[in-house]
């Protein structure tokens, strides 16, 4: 079922606004308009593992963005159509510091995307390459736009999915509300170990979100009943998944799991320093990999905190490298061939995949910080997926590392 997102707004803001405005989003980079939009999907297969007042079976809120043909002097979307709920569920206080300086912008109507809802789908385009992102935990899907709007531009059809119970908030077409289940993750926190355990339950279920939100894309692609704007424009055979922190891992179980994907990015989601497992047969995926990181500037460990790990001051070094190590294995395994790439540049921090360092700028300089990362993100996202789905040669991952930007290639292996 499509669900409507609301009337449009009037006006489309102009971009490098003063710090009052900075959650403006930049324009898309690619040439071509971008549409969005919105589908209920209940996956009846699969019964809801979260007890309460939610649904009984598995049901997900998903944005497909997609190329579109834009109509001069129409409206762009809102931002963000279920801020009331956010407002309700958090309150003003709540949703202020959820948005920084931006959220007057959402309460004017003034922070919109550069979409049109369910516009025609660009024309002379005929089968695009489709791909599948998942957010991070507890993030909004809509805190990603900037990056999902870009990769339409571009010509990719991209569906971010609202994962159930796991993001900040879901609201579905009759009006009900499904918070973050923080109740739960609070139960199973009492060790990092168990935390991870939980959240790694937890990417199962995202995983297979992933994989249910391909066979749904599949029909409506192939089903003109269902009158979505892309029908008959889907490339089944180039599938790519993406995320960001904990969507990161869900994106690669994903892959693991489904041959379908056949290239995957996470974004700066590790836990234990790696960013997957490898499967029961120690097998890690035939896919091409992207490990997109913020370069880490932890304080040391504390020397209570190092006797807990049984080490000592002076093997310090030690613990790193191993720590190290153990990505560097991981990844100089994998069949398909692996990229890391490590972002060093200024204000670089873990939501710098996100549109949150734009909407929450205090001043000018965070937002040209903010600015400058997303659009590294963004370019570096886009490369692998035009190298691995299009066979594009000479994109920003061929040019090697730069003062800000380290690049590394993990040539394919055996998958013996």
């Known amino acids: 079922m499509r669900v409507a997102e609301g009337a449009f707004l009037l006006c489309m803001l102009a971009l490098g606004l003063d710090a009052q405005t900075a959650g403006i989003l930049p324009s898309p980079t690619g040439a071509l308009g971008v549409g969005r939009v919105s589908f209920h999907w209940i996956d009846s297969a699969r019964k809801e593992l979260v007890s309460g007042p939610g649904p009984a079976y598995r049901e997900l809120m998903v944005d497909v963005w997609y190329p579109a ?36 912008q959402m309460v004017k109507g003034k922070l919109q995307t550069h979409a049109q809802e369910e516009a025609v789908f660009a024309h002379g385009l005929t089968r695009r390459p489709m791909l599948i992102f998942s957010h991070g935990l507890g993030v909004l899907k809509t805190s990603y736009t900037a990056q999902l709007e870009d990769l339409a531009s571009h010509g990719y059809v991209v569906a971010a999915i609202a994962h159930t119970y796991d993001t900040a908030l879901v609201t579905f077409p009759d009006g009900r509300l499904v918070r973050f289940d923080q109740e739960r993750r609070r139960a199973n926190s009492g060790s990092e170990h168990a935390s991870i355990q939980y959240e790694d339950g937890r990417l199962k279920v995202w995983a297979a979100d992933i994989r249910f939100v391909i066979d749904q894309l599949t029909r409506y692609d192939r089903e003109a009943d269902f009158q979505a704007p892309f029908q008959g424009h889907l490339d089944l055979a180039r599938i790519g998944a993406l995320g960001h922190s904990s969507g990161g891992r869900a994106a690669a179980l994903a892959c693991q799991t489904d041959p379908r994907v056949r290239a995957c990015l996470n974004m700066d989601g590790v836990a234990d320093n790696l960013p997957f497992y490898r499967d029961v047969q120690g097998k890690t995926m035939t896919q091409p990999f992207l490990l997109f990181v913020r370069k880490r500037k932890n304080a040391p460990p504390s020397d209570k905190e190092l006797r807990s790990m049984g080490y000592s001051r002076e093997e310090l070094p030690k613990l790193i490298e191993s720590i190290q190590k153990k990505q560097d294995d991981l990844l100089h395994g994998m069949p398909g061939g692996c990229y890391r790439v490590t972002l060093g540049t200024a204000g670089a921090n873990h939501m710098s995949f996100s549109d949150l360092p734009l909407l929450e700028a205090a001043d000018d300089a965070q937002y040209a910080d903010g600015l400058r990362n997303l659009r590294i993100v963004c370019d570096y996202t886009r490369a692998l997926f035009d190298k691995t789905l299009l066979g594009k040669r000479g994109t920003v991952l061929d040019r090697g590392s730069t003062s800000d930007l380290q690049v590394e290639w993990f040539p394919p292996r055996s998958a013996k």
């Open 69 to 104: 043909e834009t109509v001069p002097g129409r409206a762009p979307a809102t931002y963000l159509p279920d801020l009331p709920a956010v407002e309700k569920v958090a309150g003003d206080a709540g949703a202020k510091k959820q948005f920084g300086a931006a959220y007057e």
